[in-house]
């Protein structure tokens, strides 16, 4: 992309795009401390992102009695394809935004440039690797449906970087409400087509309502920004010396997060499209801590830890230890929590022909866990803006994942293959922590403490999911069993908020230790 011609560097008319402090966000006053911006932007995430999965979760509900478990599995599959993609397009703009020490026109009017010329390159790779991959998987179907879902990350590639820019800033609240307007929006716009028409065309829809929502709205996010296309040198080396290696970290790693829908369909062969529109429901039903906690750590942690280096580098121990203490606790609690309700959900809420997903997200629990301690690692060594070395960690990551998976499916079927997910993310989690070690902020100690008491709390579980047999009717005995675990959740909740309170309240350095 460096060799591109240079492009306008005014809009129609000739208003010249400006970033100056009238016409963005409220400057930062010292007093608006970066502990109250966190704290503060950590909430309104927290809410925002559960609302948008708590309607994303009812939408799903509804559309799983009116569409046949194929078309969730060709979505599976259509979406991780798309994903791995767009991923090895991305030159990581957020990060880059966030950690650079500008935040001028010319800057984000080169990163808004390079942003749309990602999209459009991305829709023309998706066209022409539609009909080959849709002849590997033996689903002539999925030659217009790749394209079709990547026209929704085409339109969303035209949006204002202020997104970028109030996540730099810490100040996520308008962006929050625009996203949870687009969810119901595209809610709506599924739950409507898939009365009038019920096919896999439904879903499309939605992914196509969303993003063409948030796009719109993105322009509104901070009131007198503007944005047209630009190429400022500088800026550009800035972005593709600091995003190179995280490009490639980015493609590798959107791989691996893809790496379980695209190996299945091979592995099961046969009759893939429905039993992969059984593990898109356990995924999901998985995904809903590992989303909301992903986005506080992309959202408030990142952000926190790369302003704490630029302020001090000193501190940036003692703020990921912090930080570690607060959002670990939670991850078991929401983890643990969706362990014991996903048997019920998946009986009371979800189809019959979505039965066998509860067993499948209470295994994919663990991998889970492991993937997010992971990314609080990337986190930090993505502030201290090292994406080179954190590169081969996801090579590694890969490589494990690959193999692992076939060798694990062969010798213990779908108990090996969770089984492999975990392994992957343990040997990038290694790397990651011996990277930041180098850099003097020590996490390996709270990684291994915190993810033994984590695993203590699943084999509980499990165990209580195994031992505990009711005599009653299949409903009763589901939820005769998920009482069981009721002491257990509120012992981990009284835990998790002793953690948080003696970290939020705290103002010095505290030990390292995760007790």
């Not at 478990?69 to 767009?86: C, E, H, K, Q």
């Not at 201290?384 to 076939?406: A, E, H, M, Y």
């Amino acid at each position: 992309m460096s060799d591109s011609p240079t492009l306008p560097s005014q809009p129609p008319g000739g208003i010249e795009p400006t970033l100056s402090p009238s016409n963005t966000a409220a400057p930062v006053s010292p007093r608006d401390s970066l502990k109250s911006r966190a704290l503060r932007s950590s909430s309104v995430t927290l809410l925002a992102y559960g609302f948008d999965l708590v309607v994303r979760l009812g939408g799903n509900i509804i559309l799983s009695w009116l569409l046949a478990r194929d078309a969730f599995g060709l979505l599976s599959v259509v979406t991780a394809i798309n994903g791995v993609i767009l991923m090895f397009l991305d030159v990581g703009l957020q990060p880059n935004v966030v950690a650079a020490d500008r935040e001028d026109s010319r800057f984000m009017n080169t990163v808004w440039t390079i942003q749309v010329l990602q999209s459009i390159l991305f829709f023309l790779l998706t066209v022409i690797a539609a009909y080959p991959l849709s002849l590997m998987y033996d689903q002539p179907e999925l030659a217009y449906l790749i394209p079709a879902i990547a026209l929704a990350n085409f339109v969303f590639g035209f949006r204002s970087n202020a997104s970028l820019l109030v996540g730099r800033q810490l100040r996520v609240g308008r962006q929050a409400v625009y996203r949870g307007m687009s969810r119901i929006l595209a809610t709506e716009a599924m739950i409507l087509w898939a009365l009038i028409w019920p096919s896999v065309w439904a879903l499309v829809a939605g992914a196509v309502t969303f993003s063409l929502t948030r796009m719109l709205l993105s322009f509104s996010l901070l009131p007198g920004h503007r944005v047209w296309f630009d190429w400022d040198k500088d800026a550009a080396r800035s972005i593709f010396n600091f995003g190179g290696w995280l490009w490639l970290n980015s493609a590798v790693a959107g791989v691996s997060r893809a790496a379980d829908r695209m190996l299945l369909p091979v592995l099961i062969g046969a009759n893939w499209t429905s039993m992969l529109g059984v593990y898109h429901f356990g995924l999901m039903a998985c995904q809903i801590p590992l989303e909301v906690m992903r986005m506080q750590m992309q959202q408030v942690l990142f952000p926190v830890l790369a302003e704490t280096r630029r302020v001090s580098e000193e501190r940036l121990n003692y703020q990921v230890q912090r930080a570690l203490g607060i959002i670990f606790p939670l991850i078991m609690f929401a983890m643990y929590s969706v362990m014991v309700i996903a048997p019920v959900f998946f009986t009371f809420a979800l189809s019959e022909q979505y039965r066998e997903g509860a067993a499948i997200t209470q295994l994919l629990i663990i991998p889970a866990w492991f993937e997010l301690v992971y990314t609080s690692g990337s986190a930090v060594q993505m502030a201290l803006r090292d994406s080179k070395r954190l590169f081969f960690g996801s090579v590694l990551r890969i490589i494990v994942l690959f193999f692992g998976t076939i060798i694990c499916y062969k010798l213990f079927e779908f108990y090996g293959f969770i089984a492999a997910l975990a392994i992957g993310q343990i040997a990038a989690l290694v790397w990651v922590n011996i990277l930041v070690a180098r850099n003097g902020v020590h996490m390996m100690v709270p990684h291994i403490i915190y993810s033994a008491i984590f695993m203590a709390f699943v084999v509980i579980g499990h165990g209580i999911e195994h031992y505990a047999v009711f005599d009653l009717h299949e409903r009763l005995a589901v939820l005769a069993k998920a009482s069981v675990h009721l002491p257990v959740i509120a012992a981990l909740a009284v835990w998790a908020l002793i953690q948080v309170k003696k970290r939020v309240g705290s103002r010095k350095p505290v030990a390292k230790s995760a007790s």
